[in-house]
């Protein structure tokens, strides 16, 4: 097993309409977690009462990894575009964070070109 002592951030965002996606991707990382290799974490992790937007906000920012379920819901939503379509793409090209797009349903993504 591997144990690693700090594990890698992984930030993941998604459209509501693909929890059932999203739930599925968090069993296969489930290894991973348990192993603590990967610490993920997506707006189900979110306690009733916490303050939303500055949690997500600290969480994506201090994320090494940001992974983005594509689907047209995921592009049709203006706050999910903003963070992961604009904010994710400038911290990957800044060299500050890994994003990895993972397509869940067809839909016209090319703009998620991941250049540095």
Not at 22 to 37: D, E, G, I, Y
Not at 51 to 59: A, F, M, Q, Y
């Amino acid at each position: 097993m591997c144990m690693s002592i700090n594990p890698i951030t992984v930030y993941v965002a998604y459209a509501r309409k693909d929890e059932a996606l999203r739930n599925a991707l968090s069993n296969h990382l489930s290894t991973l977690k348990r192993n603590n290799v990967i610490a993920s974490w997506d707006d189900s992790d979110i306690d009733a009462g916490e303050e939303i937007d500055p949690l997500v906000t600290r969480k994506f920012a201090t994320a090494q990894v940001i992974l983005l379920l594509v689907s047209a819901d995921f592009l049709a939503s203006d706050a999910l575009w903003e963070l992961g379509g604009t904010q994710a793409l400038q911290r990957h090209r800044a060299g500050v964070a890994k994003v990895i797009p993972i397509i869940l349903r067809p839909c016209d993504c090319r703009m998620l070109r991941l250049q540095r």
